[in-house]
């Protein structure tokens, strides 16, 4: 993908070619939102532990602490991001905390992982959706995030076992319209392990708890209700790749071209302007007729799907053949709900093909696995990428209020 449009946000393009300018306000944005999650997660934690003092019975200490684990697990997923985004980062263990020198990679990994067993153990082993307040993370939330860590780290025996207990569980499917799975219908799904949840409450007016900007910032340059910013666009080389695979569901939900009708009914007006793309994320659009009567903001009443059974099918995959085995099951299950014919004895590379069009233009996966494998430079290279551009500089304002962040990372 790319920034999509071409305009006053000039650092966006150029990020998509591998030219990075710390002065970018998106880069300090990414910075201060993760780190404000895990400034208010820490002094939520504060809050339970006073709390703890005073209880007196079994029943209220679990739900201590399984609200301990649910705040863990948002405080290791901001973390997650942010690594993802940066590499090494602050461990902000207390919010007066006064040293901001950032941890390796490795230690902030460790420090998720310690967060992350506490939430395993502590937290419900149920689906998200049939929580008490539904939505809320579960241990199996905790398993999928630790997951996709130890597959960074490559220790595929971990990976193996919490996914392994996952699919066990038999709580797990795939919602079996892959296109609503990302609209209305969809929303809190069997599948859903981690969602941002928004909602107008079915009223046309009053009350919104909302996504902000962030279908907004995707829809398409576009007439009518389903009118976006234009930004993130898909290169026609994904698309025609997609097409040469035999992709027919996947394609007609992932991406949303120019020029088209959607399945919906919903008309993507011609290419306008040249310095934008003309194609969407498909997964970002929220059809019309599905919007409550009186609404207009792109996207409203929609959830933000972030992690998903799918992803728990494919590391299982992926996993179970680096380690000698067979992930054939897994693997096809994935590839059943797409109409595609199934495959066998899978490798590594198919399992990362299939992550490449199952989960595109979700949270980074594509160039989070080129990176893990060591293919980004085969892959990316061309294009301007070098190792040493991995991550995103520590944003400049970060620099000049807190000069240690320029120090090197500490291993703890």
Same mark, same amino acid.
């Given at each position: 993908?790319?920034?999509?449009?071409?305009?006053?946000?000039?650092?966006?393009?150029?990020?998509?070619?591998?030219?990075?300018?710390?002065?970018?306000?998106?880069?300090?944005?990414?910075?201060?939102?993760?780190?404000?999650?895990?400034?208010?997660?820490?002094?939520?934690?504060?809050?339970?532990?006073?709390?703890?003092?005073?209880?007196?019975?079994?029943?209220?200490?679990?739900?201590?602490?399984?609200?301990?684990?649910? *705040?863990?697990?948002?405080?290791?997923?901001?973390?997650?991001?942010?690594?993802?985004?940066?590499?090494?980062?602050?461990?902000?263990?207390?919010?007066?905390?006064?040293?901001?020198?950032?941890?390796?990679?490795?230690?902030?990994?460790?420090?998720?992982?310690?967060? &992350?067993?506490?939430?395993?153990?502590?937290?419900?082993?149920?689906?998200?959706?049939?929580?008490?307040?539904?939505?809320?993370?579960?241990?199996?939330?905790?398993?999928?995030?630790?997951?996709?860590?130890?597959?960074?780290?490559?220790?595929?025996?971990? *990976?193996?076992?919490?996914?392994?207990?996952?699919?066990?569980?038999?709580?797990?499917?795939?919602?079996?319209?892959?296109?609503?799975?990302?609209?209305?219908? %969809?929303?809190?799904?069997?599948?859903?392990?981690?969602?941002?949840?928004?909602?107008?409450?079915?009223?046309?007016?009053?009350?919104?708890?909302?996504?902000?900007?962030?279908?907004?910032?995707?829809?398409?340059?576009?007439?009518?209700?389903?009118? %976006?910013?234009?930004?993130?666009?898909?290169?026609?080389?994904?698309?025609?790749?997609?097409?040469?695979?035999?992709?027919? *569901?996947?394609?007609?939900?992932?991406?949303?071209?120019?020029?088209?009708?959607?399945?919906?009914?919903?008309?993507?007006?011609?290419?306008?302007?040249?310095?934008?793309? #003309?194609?969407?994320? %498909?997964?970002?659009?929220?059809?019309?007729?599905?919007?409550?009567?009186?609404?207009?903001?792109?996207?409203?009443?929609?959830?933000?799907?972030?992690?998903?059974?799918? #992803?728990?099918?494919?590391?299982?995959?992926?996993?179970?053949?680096?380690?000698?085995?067979?992930?054939?099951?897994?693997?096809? &299950?994935?590839?059943?709900?797409?109409?595609?014919?199934?495959?066998?004895?899978?490798?590594?590379?198919?399992?990362?093909?299939?992550?490449?069009?199952?989960?595109?233009?979700?949270?980074?996966?594509?160039?989070?696995?080129?990176?893990?494998? %060591?293919?980004?430079?085969?892959?990316?290279?061309?294009?301007?990428?070098?190792?040493?551009?991995?991550?995103?500089?520590?944003?400049?304002?970060?620099?000049?209020?807190?000069?240690?962040?320029?120090?090197?990372?500490?291993?703890?």
């Amino acid at each position: 993908m790319w920034s999509g449009r071409i305009d006053d946000q000039g650092a966006l393009v150029d990020c998509g070619n591998y030219t990075y300018d710390n002065t970018y306000w998106g880069l300090n944005e990414i910075w201060t939102e993760y780190y404000g999650i895990i400034k208010v997660a820490n002094a939520a934690l504060e809050s339970l532990n006073s709390y703890a003092a005073n209880i007196t019975d079994s029943s209220t200490m679990a739900s201590y602490r399984s609200y301990c684990g649910e *705040v863990r697990f948002l405080r290791a997923y901001a973390y997650y991001r942010l690594t993802q985004n940066f590499g090494a980062v602050t461990i902000l263990r207390s919010n007066a905390q006064t040293d901001m020198t950032r941890s390796t990679l490795a230690a902030v990994e460790r420090y998720m992982l310690e967060d &992350l067993n506490y939430s395993m153990t502590y937290c419900k082993k149920l689906r998200p959706n049939e929580m008490e307040h539904p939505g809320a993370v579960t241990a199996y939330s905790a398993e999928t995030l630790a997951a996709k860590i130890y597959l960074n780290e490559g220790n595929y025996e971990q *990976v193996k076992t919490l996914t392994d207990d996952i699919i066990n569980s038999n709580k797990f499917s795939l919602y079996s319209n892959y296109y609503e799975l990302f609209k209305i219908p %969809g929303k809190l799904s069997n599948e859903s392990l981690f969602e941002i949840q928004c909602t107008d409450f079915g009223n046309s007016s009053g009350d919104i708890i909302s996504s902000n900007s962030w279908f907004a910032c995707q829809g398409p340059a576009n007439d009518g209700v389903i009118s %976006g910013w234009g930004f993130l666009g898909y290169y026609k080389a994904f698309r025609t790749w997609a097409k040469e695979r035999g992709e027919t *569901v996947r394609y007609s939900t992932s991406f949303l071209e120019a020029g088209t009708k959607t399945l919906s009914g919903d008309s993507i007006r011609p290419l306008q302007n040249k310095t934008q793309t #003309d194609c969407w994320n %498909g997964k970002a659009y929220t059809p019309s007729n599905e919007m409550t009567t009186g609404r207009t903001d792109y996207g409203e009443n929609n959830n933000i799907r972030i992690l998903r059974y799918a #992803d728990v099918l494919l590391m299982n995959a992926e996993a179970k053949v680096r380690l000698g085995g067979n992930g054939d099951a897994p693997f096809n &299950l994935v590839r059943d709900r797409a109409k595609m014919p199934e495959m066998t004895n899978v490798t590594v590379d198919e399992i990362l093909d299939e992550r490449r069009m199952e989960l595109c233009g979700e949270w980074g996966e594509r160039y989070n696995d080129l990176v893990r494998t %060591g293919k980004a430079e085969s892959v990316l290279g061309p294009n301007g990428w070098t190792a040493d551009k991995t991550y995103y500089p520590i944003p400049y304002d970060q620099l000049q209020s807190e000069p240690t962040l320029n120090s090197t990372p500490k291993d703890e």
